[in-house]
């Protein structure tokens, strides 16, 4: 958790946020922009039509290593349950840190680096809230040879948006030409960077990990591109709920399994089969014979947001909790996603929301709320 | 000219002879960011002095509108909740949201004058 005593921590892009008319607020233990002077709603619009820029320095990276690719997946995969043995040079994948009843520690990116000459290095990226947990997690668990590394030192930023691979194509080609969740070291104007194609807005993007000190010019190389402007946390949090991307310490927490969370994808067959990550006999049971509840999609028939907290009712029984809400714009409505009784999760189905002290109508329905527009391996 | 009165809620009482018609200043909607929803009381509802009056909704968050004055709900405005970026376009303007007949029309004496908000408004920073 975040000591509020403490003050907040600054990323590198600090001060180009102030004098982009941004307004700050604290955000796990980080002075953050929420918004910039075009406010969300104009920021959400711009980087779905356009491209967005986000600073997510406060995000965690950290380098595992060990002495080969095998050595360190091994002992990654006795964490989180997904194939990381498995996964090609480039290639980065979507993962949880499980506790031992299968609850989320926090959701994460890995990354198995392109360069062959890396081999036995993993990078990873956790959520900021979540950096000390995760990282005293895995040091007291990870065998003798294979370290943490946290590289505090290295920024994050990600550009986001339909026209953020013709944006970048000029200053980085090799970025453009990799495919969904693939990665690969690069330059960005002469500035040594690792660029991932992923993101949290369920549109086509880079995630890109440079130095803290260089990361300024890369900001504004970018932000020179009139395709391109800066977007707040705000936008990112109405961009990942359309996307129908769970948010750690809402959608998912440490009571939470995947296969509540609907991540059953992100466990892939091996694993699920053969099991040796914490939790694996609540997840296997819940994968055969299904979990107690599900997280589902829910739409407000009226024009009133449902947010975080909201009960849901069956005929007047309250059934679930809302975990994420709030207004779409790309739907141009409320959204709200949340947990339910499986025999309540098909889409279709009418509940109500009781928003403030009113039972109004809503529908589950399919997640994500706005098609993903990502980057398909040409 | 009617006369205009703020709390340090950041609503505005724009006074109408005994009617009150109360919206959310500039300020307010500035700070709320672009409003996505309204919710209006009912017709005929008697509000009290400081109580829920309306809420306002931005994409982050829902927000209380408090009644500066008591009094009768007589008219909520259809326009802003057709069109709630009004609170954001027009705040003092279009973008009111509704109108009391005020029960106790002295309460406005407890309310700042424009002039008296704007200095209010830079003690906040």
Redesign the interface.
């Known amino acids: 958790m975040t000591d509020p005593t403490l003050p907040s921590l600054r990323t590198a892009l600090h001060d180009a946020h102030v004098v982009l008319g941004a307004r700050m607020v604290p955000f796990a233990g980080y002075d953050m922009p929420v918004q910039y002077a075009d406010g969300i709603l104009s920021e959400h619009n711009w980087t779905r039509t356009h491209a967005g820029l986000f600073d997510v320095s406060h995000m965690g990276q950290a380098l595992l290593i060990g002495p080969s690719h095998g050595t360190v997946a091994a002992a990654l995969e006795t964490l989180v349950p997904a194939d990381i043995l498995n996964l090609k040079l480039g290639q980065q994948r979507y993962t949880q840190l499980l506790n031992a009843d299968g609850g989320i520690i926090d959701d994460l990116m890995v990354t198995r680096p392109l360069d062959p000459g890396l081999d036995g290095t993993l990078f990873l990226v956790v959520n900021a809230a979540r950096k000390a947990v995760d990282y005293a997690h895995m040091m007291d668990r990870l065998p003798g040879g294979i370290r943490l590394v946290p590289k505090d030192e290295l920024a994050l930023i990600a550009l986001q948006g339909p026209e953020a691979a013709e944006v970048i194509a000029p200053h980085a080609p090799e970025a453009a030409a990799l495919g969904f969740m693939s990665a690969t070291s690069s330059t960005l104007d002469d500035v040594p960077c690792h660029i991932s194609r992923s993101g949290y807005t369920g549109e086509d993007g880079f995630e890109i990990s440079v130095a803290a000190d260089a990361v300024e010019k890369v900001w504004s190389h970018l932000l020179s591109d009139a395709r391109v402007k800066p977007i707040g946390l705000g936008a990112r949090d109405s961009l990942r709920l359309e996307a129908g991307l769970c948010l750690y310490g809402h959608d998912i927490d440490t009571t939470t399994s995947p296969i509540e969370a609907q991540l059953a994808w992100s466990i892939q067959k091996r694993r699920r089969e053969g099991g040796g990550f914490p939790g694996a006999a609540r997840i296997q049971r819940e994968l055969a014979e299904g979990p107690a509840r599900v997280r589902v999609g829910l739409k407000p028939e009226g024009r009133a947001p449902a947010r975080e907290g909201v009960d849901i009712l069956n005929d007047g029984t309250v059934v679930g909790q809302i975990t994420s809400g709030g207004f779409g714009p790309t739907v141009g409505g409320p959204i709200a996603m949340g947990y339910v009784p499986p025999h309540l999760a098909r889409p279709g189905t009418a509940l109500d929301l009781l928003v403030r002290g009113k039972p109004l109508p809503a529908r589950v329905c399919h997640v994500p709320f706005v098609a993903p527009r990502y980057a398909r391996k040409s | 000219m009617s006369e205009i009165r703020y709390s340090q809620d950041h609503e505005y009482v724009r006074v109408e002879g005994d009617v009150a018609v109360i919206g959310i200043s500039s300020y307010a909607q500035e700070k709320l960011?672009?409003v996505?929803?309204v919710?209006m009381p009912d017709i005929g509802a008697n509000i009290e002095q400081h109580k829920e009056a309306a809420?306002v909704?931005?994409?982050?968050?829902?927000s209380e509108v408090f009644a500066p004055v008591s009094g009768e709900v007589l008219e909520v405005n259809d326009a802003l909740e057709a069109n709630p970026a009004l609170a954001n376009e027009a705040p003092e303007g279009e973008g009111w949201f509704l109108k009391l007949r005020m029960s106790d029309p002295a309460q406005l004496n407890e309310l700042m004058s424009a002039d008296a908000y704007q200095d209010f408004l830079k003690t906040l920073g």
């Open positions: 960011g672009d996505v929803f919710e809420v909704e931005s994409v982050k968050a829902a």
